[in-house]
């Protein structure tokens, strides 16, 4: 600058001219020299990184290039060339140093903010992620680094030490509890969830006071994010998983069965003892011929010890045809391929009720994926109640308008 001064005043220049066109010339070389120091930075350096990082097989550089943090390191270049020339301009060489100071450290924020999201997307490549998930954690550091990058922009353009303002924050500490409230609640939540195994991202998790029922996408330092069966999303705040109940299918998910809980209900005026006849033709029936021949030899067995007077079928043990239903029931799940033998499996009576006798079924799939649970499911009731009538027993239903039409026209024929 001075060189350019010296010319301009040997061509006898006013004095103020030449310092006001040798400061232009300076500031338009510095610009020069800064854009090309920029272009230099991301075409050429980057573009030599960016080949490298595709040429090798780690996949944590391929993240640092996703995520740009190169891109953002080349803006660091033209601030600190222009902090290098702020002694050409000694009347503003202070605002601009605090200007170019203030720019680094937004800058250096930036960069490690963009940093930690490529550790946590580092992280979520293992498969630990899945039960230890660390971006609450990230999220906390975050905010640490920005309050304290805030604390040193505002102490450089203040010309103070940054310890007097962190001195005055435990003055605003009510404030600040009131402020990220939010954030050190899911702080504590995240840590128990975390250290107790309670929910993990892909865990299927029902909640109806937050009308959640699905799975697990997303946890971070303030939510748990749940992708519903419908496909909406529900964000529940992570406190809310320690104060309220939840309920977590992870358990039925790992297990590899899905339960079967449902009950067929009998009409209890069909339910009757088997007759010599009947029990010849259930004979026929795969599943409980050999039942049936070992269930009647062992009555006939019992009741000739005891001298029963088999005339009357109240008298000393009979078979009925709810019992051989259930014997069927359970015959015909113990042979369905659907069904999960190594889990509990019953056919069992419920109290009977002004809709029948229920026949529950008690179960699991040896499928836990619900298309293939809901079709095991519908197969098993489909045939149970087409086979029901086999054994002389009516499903209950309540009698609707067609029933009450038909016992309308029946009396009327009479």
């Known amino acids: 600058m001075e ?77 600190i060339i222009l902090h290098y020339f702020s002694s050409t301009f000694p009347a503003y060489q202070q605002l601009i140093e605090k200007g170019v100071i203030a720019y680094l450290i937004i800058m250096g924020l930036i960069i490690i903010n963009t940093v930690l999201n490529v550790v946590n997307d580092i992280y ?44 005055g924050i435990g003055a605003l500490s009510a404030v600040l509890m009131l402020v990220f409230r939010d954030s050190l609640l899911g702080l504590v939540a995240g840590v128990q ?110 009741n000739i010890h005891n001298e029963i007077n088999q005339s009357n079928p109240v008298n000393g043990r009979a078979l009925t045809n709810i019992g051989v239903f259930r014997a069927y029931i359970s015959n015909y799940l113990q042979h369905h391929p659907g069904i999960n033998q190594e889990m509990t499996l019953m056919v069992r009576q419920l109290a009977p009720s002004e809709h029948g006798l229920p026949i529950e079924i008690y179960g699991f799939t040896n499928d836990i994926r619900w298309a293939v649970y809901e079709t095991v499911q519908a197969d098993i009731f489909d045939h149970l109640f087409a086979v029901a009538s086999e054994f002389g027993l009516r499903i209950f239903q309540i009698p609707s308008g067609n029933d009450l039409k038909s016992i309308g026209l029946a009396d009327s024929n009479r």
């Open 193 to 302: 969830l975390t250290t107790n195994d309670m929910v993990r991202v892909g865990d299927w998790i029902e909640m109806p006071k937050y009308e959640a029922d699905g799975d697990i996408i997303d946890i971070s330092l303030n939510t748990v994010m749940v992708q519903n069966w419908d496909k909406t999303i529900t964000m529940i705040p992570s406190y809310a998983l320690i104060s309220d109940s939840f309920k977590n299918w992870r358990g039925m998910q790992n297990s590899g069965g899905r339960r079967i809980k449902r009950s067929l209900f009998i009409d209890t005026t069909s339910i009757s003892f088997c007759s010599a006849e009947t029990i010849e033709h259930l004979k026929n029936i795969h599943y409980i011929s050999d039942y049936l021949t070992t269930r009647e030899r062992e009555i006939a067995e019992y």
């Open 3 to 79: 060189f350019i001064s010296n010319q301009l005043l040997k061509m006898e220049v006013d004095p103020t001219l030449v310092r006001y066109l040798s400061t232009i010339i300076m500031i338009f070389f510095i610009i020069i020299v800064c854009v090309l120091a920029n272009f230099i930075a991301k075409k050429v350096v980057i573009q030599i990184i960016t080949r490298i990082v595709k040429n090798t097989k780690f996949k944590w550089d391929d993240i640092l290039l996703e995520r740009k943090v190169f891109h953002r390191l080349s803006h660091i270049v033209p601030a």
């Open 124 to 167: 979520q490549t293992y498969e630990v992620a899945k039960t230890k998930p660390v971006k609450g954690y990230i999220q906390v550091v975050k905010i640490i680094i920005v309050t304290v990058g805030i604390i040193l922009v505002i102490a450089n353009l203040m010309d103070k030490s940054p310890f007097i303002l962190l001195s």
